[in-house]
Structures are given as C-alpha cells and as structure tokens.
C-alpha cells in the first residue's frame, strides 16, 4: 500500500486549518453586530428595571417601565448618531484614535448629562402643543410614548442609513405627530414650527460659513506665510484664546444651566475675560512647543492638535449637558403624568432617569457611533487638525451668536455644516488659485468633466444624503408618531 509523500501531508494539514480559521474569522465578523445588539438589549431591560424599583406606583407602572425602556432605546440612537459630530473631525483629523475619541466622549457626554443636565425639561418640546389641547392624563401619555417611540426610530434609521440628524428636530417632530393625532392641528403653535424649519438653513449656512471664515484666516495668516513657525508663534494663541473664550461663554449660557444660572451679557463678559487669560498662557507654551519645527504645513498639524483634543471633549461635554433632555424628556413627561395624575409643559427630570439618559447615550457611541464618527469625520471632506479646529471653534461661535440673535439651532447641523463649510471653502480657494495661475500667463491644463467632479473635495453623494435626511426628519417622525399614537391609544387607550 503507497503511502503519501510526508510533505503533502502536511500540506493537506495547513489547508484545512486555513479553512476553519477562515470559518472562525468569518463566524466572528458575522457575530460582532449580534454582539453589539445583545449588549444594546440588555441595557434597555437594565433600564426597565430600574423604572420597576425607583417607580413603584399602581397600577399604571407599567406604562413607565415600557417607557423607560424606550428612553434608553432613544439614549443609543442619540449616542450612535448625535455624538459623532462631536468627535468625528478630531478622528477625520488623525488627532484622536476611535478607541480615545469613544472613550473621551463618553466621560465628558456623561459629566455633562449628569452634573450640568437641565433637572427642568420642557415636556411639550418648546411649546409645539398646547398642553390644555390634550383631552386627559391618558392621552398624554401615549402621545409622549408615541414621541418617543417614532423619535428612536427615526434616528436608528438615520444612522443605519449613514446620515447624521437632529434628535432634538426628531422629537419634535415626534410631538408634532401626536399632537395632531391627539388635538387636531389647532393644538399645534405653528409659529414655533416655522421657527424650527427655519434653522434647517440657518444653522448649516452660519456654521459653515465662520468655519470657512476661521480656515481663510488660517490660510491667509499662518500657511500662505514664508515663515509659517513665526506665524504660528503669533496666531495659533490668539485662536486658542478666542477657543476658550468661546467655549466659556458657550458653557455658561447651554451648560451649565443646572450649575450656575447667568445671563448672555455675563456670559459674554466671562468669556473675555477667560479668553484673555489663556490667550497669555498659550504665548509660552506654543513657543515652545514650536521650537525645532520644519517650516512646513506638516509642523502646524502638531500645534492644532491638543487645542482640537480639548474642543471636541468641552463640545461633548455641552451636548451633554443640553441633549440629554432629548433622550430623557418624553419620559419624564410619562413619570410626572402617571406619579402625580396630571400633566405639565414643564417637569422635573428625576435622577433614575437622568441616569438612563446619560448612560444610554454612551453606550450607544461605544457600541454603534463608529459608523457615524468615520463618515462625519473622513467621508464627507478631508480633514487635518486645522479643518476641524475651524468646525469645532465654529460650533461654539454659532451657538453663541444665535443665542445671542433668539435664533433656533441645531447642534447637529451647525457641525456637519461646518465641515461642509470648510470642504466647500477648499474647492472655491483651489479654483481661485487655478484662475489665477491661468491669468498670471501660465497655461491652464485642459481638464475633463470627468477629472473636475472627481477632484470635488467634497463627496456630493454624502451632501445629498445629509440635506434630505434633514428636510424629511421633522414630518418623517411627525408622521411615524401620529400612526404610533393611534395604535396605542386604539389598542390600549
């Protein structure tokens, strides 16, 4: 009897283990999502949970575990989707890894929800529905869960989809739906929702143009320079400066509310001031930071790169402090209604609940923000820490100035508009200098449609998916709440 040869043997060995560590990778790669939608899960019944033993109320604790379940099912969709706008320049930018921007992110998103999260939240979503319109203790309930319950949705789906929303616009448009549903549409305060599709444009349009406004200084005062060290040394503290005083006053009027209440004239002066100080800190310190740099663009990324680390954790720790109410203020509604018999336009936040918010939010940007993070941050535009220190001192500035005008923002469009400010910014600066080179005598290169659309430096197929993800998220949620509603009040009403 022929034996095989020992060699082939071995062969057919290595092949075989090649196919079961192939099975394993893939076995592994398949269950990852499932393993992420486990830990989701078990969080959402730890909050059910919850609910049962810090509410213990008859014979309606029910409703309140159900929503307390779907609160923490909208604090993951809010970390999964919202956070990234926060962290995903500081990533774009190389400046932070994935691993740090989650970790950074989930401390100061935490601390803020916390320590600075409003313990009042306005139930009825900014006076959309005027709470007399609902008929008694039951229907408001089921329009909040409703609300909540579309909202959540609505922005799972966004994220699925690759687009960053509002969750603040989808909870609105949650309480629009149901309270239509509820009211009729006399109940509804239109007013404030022209308000609200008013901020779809000016929130973007404002972040992005002082994001394209603080790059053009860049550009024109520090990279075009000869010596661009020299320049650093002078620019980069006063940009600094202007960072912390932005950044202080921004705290102080959206932050920390539940901490220190002051006015937008005292928050402006505190901000000045704060600012002055860290701009003389910053003078030494850049200096000698700078000492031994190449005189190349390469070198400014180093200095740019721990002010953006500190933006994008005070920005976290900002929204929060200010959204968490997104996540937790349906169900305070819900609590308040079924504790006390009645309802309120405004309600406290109980702790429990605080917590669920908070916790909610992190572990949906440790388990699903990722996704979000990498396309805010490298698929809409190519960043570097100068591009996404614009979009972060942006979001604060724009903050500042529509608090200061009474103007409805988004927090979520005033950072994705940013970083389109700054990539539309870049090919307007990039076919400026082509003109000039072709008036200047040079010959221009004959380009092709072709080659002009793929040299875009900003992917048109993103841009296009974010602006109508936008436009449909207020009436897409309205809707999805108004049949919720329905069904809940048809089958359980």
Sequence with gaps: MSKKPQGRRWKTLDTDLNRISNVEYATAQVSRPLVASGI?????????????????????NLIVIAAAAFGAYMALNIGANDVANNMGPAVGA??????????IAAIFESAGALLAGGDVVSTISKGIVSPSAMRNTDVFIWAMMAALISSALWVNLATWIGAPVSTTHSVVGGVLGAGIAAAGFAAINWPIIAAIAASWV????????????????????IINREDKIAAARVWVPVLVGLMAGAFATYLLIKGLKRLIEVNPSTA????VIIGALIWLATIPLIRRQSEGLENRNKSLKVLFGLPLIISAALLSFAHGANDVANAVGPLAAIVHAAEFGDFSDRVSIPMWVMVIGAFGISFGLFLFGPKLIRMVGSQITKLNPMRAFCVALSAAITVIVASWLGLPVSSTHIAVGGVFGVGFFREWYMERRLRNNASGGSKPKSISLEERARRKLVRRSHFLTVIAAWVITVPAAAFLSGIIFLLLYAILG
């Design 94 to 103: 190389n400046a932070l890894s994935m691993g740090a921007a989650i970790l």
């Design 40 to 60: 989701a899960l078990a969080f959402i019944v730890i909050a059910a949970l919850l609910a049962a033993v810090f509410f213990d109320h008859t014979p309606i």
């Design 202 to 221: 000016i929130s973007p349009v404002l972040g992005g143009g002082i994001a394209a406004a603080l790059l053009w200084l860049i550009k024109a005062r």
């Design 268 to 271: 402006l002066i505190s901000g």
